[in-house]
Every structure is written in C-alpha cells, then in structure tokens.
C-alpha cells in the first residue's frame, strides 16, 4: 500500500504536460492583477505615505527611513508603475517567467507598503503566482513565443499545476473550517447579516423578512461547497459540478457584496483544474502534442 502510495506520487512529480495550461493562468492572473491595480487609483490616495497609507513614526523601517526622506511619494508611485509594467508584461508574455517573478515581487512589496486597501484577493493572488513561478509560462499564447524565444508547445512539468490546484481547494477548505467555528454559520443568519452591513452589501435594499429561509439555504450551501470542494474537485467525474457551482457562488457573491476581485480572481484560478491535454482544444488552438493528464 505505501509502495503503491508513494508509486503514485513520484508519477505526478515527473509528469509532463503541455505548456497551454500555464500560458493560460499567465494571461487570465494577468489581468486580473491588472483589473485589481487599477482599482487603486487615483495613485495619489493609495500609494504615497501621504495618502490613505499612513506615515510611520520613528523607527528603523524601511518604510520609516523612506518617510524621513520625503521620499513616500516617489517610491508609491514607482511601485505602482512597477507592477503595472510587470503584470502587463505578464499577461502579454514578454520575458514571461521574468514577469511573473516581478509581479510577484511587486505584489509582496505592496502588502508590506500600504496593506489598508487590499482584500483577501491580495493574499490568493500573491500564493498563486507563487505557484506560477516555478512553471514555464511563455512555450505558446505569448510574446516570446512569436518572437522565437521559447521552444514551443514542448511538454512541460506538471507539478506546479498540481501544487496550484492544492492550493485552491485548501483555501476554500480553510475558508469553510473557518466559518464553521462561527455560529452564525451554523444557524444559518450568516447571509443576512452579510446583506445588511454596510461594509459589504451591493445595494441598501433589506431582503423581505419571508426569504430568511432562502438566505439559511444560502448560508448553508455556501458553508457545505467550500467544505466539499476540496473532495469533489479531486475526482473527474464530480469535478465540472465543483467548478459550476463556484463559478454560480462568486456570481452570486459579486452580484450582492462588494468583495473587490475577489470572486473574479477565484473563478480565473479554476484555469487550473482544465485538462491540460484539452485546454489548448477549448481555445481552437490546434496540440497534436498533448496527451491526457487529469
């Protein structure tokens, strides 16, 4: 049984996998960061030290070494430029695997910047171009790929991928684990409350007090797919029905809360979870190369 386990793993580290499915979370991450960076504006409000972001006191910060400078407006901006140009530069694939390294860099050194602004989609954004890092992102859908820099739709390694799709389904399970010690979770008045704060609803229009049990159904079912997701993503068979039932939560989610990028850069990240022998196909691209690999 352990040989047989560990027979197992040492085949999906050693797997190989066409590059289409790493080109493609390239593109969709991209502008994703892009949407997310341009919701930060005007610069003058988020990205200097004067702005929403507040001036550190005395200290022996970077942050505090770059205010005494009078240097806070400066290096906002440049920062901003920085990741601009880098999650361009990834989304178009040039100098590919150099941009994605950037904009993870940028995307670290803004939380550590000015982390008033940013959501959770920050946090998942930055784990999963952490995942990209260590994939070759430019073979096909890009820059250098038409330029003649990259080799082509050559298989690539899969475990990157793999790490990508264990990295999705424990934030849905860590999200579902830690709803569940709440009780407004577990008796089903979640989704009203959620409605009626200012600091999240869409519209300020209370639900009629006859939908409460459509708003228990609502709490429940989103506590039940954040715990299941995980189990139902893992087999083909019930994997399509995990990721249209999340695709349907962050609809919903978007429609009624103001949550950022986030459900938009959830949905992108099921990108991951495409057969990678297919997903060129989806695209009319034609891969003679791929083989199956789920």
Known sequence: MLEAVRSRLRAWFTAEIPPYSYALLRIVLGVVGLVSLLGLTPIALYWPLDGLNPIPGEGLGVRSWIAQRGLGAVVGNSLFVWLLCSLSAMTIGFYSDVAVLLSFAGLVAQSH???????????VMVVLLFCLLWADTGRVWSLDARRGWERGAQPTPAWPLWLMRCQVALI??????YKLAYPMWRDGTAVHWALNLNSFHRFPWPLPAQLAPLEALMTWGTLFFELSFAILV????TRPFALLGGIALHAGLFAALELGPFSLLMVASYACYLDPARTATLFRFSNRESRPCK
């Open 172 to 177: 849905y399970l860590s999200s579902g684990l």
């Open 234 to 237: 893992f087999f083909r068979r």
């Open 113 to 123: 910047w000015n982390g008033l602004p940013l959501s959770s989609a920050h946090q």
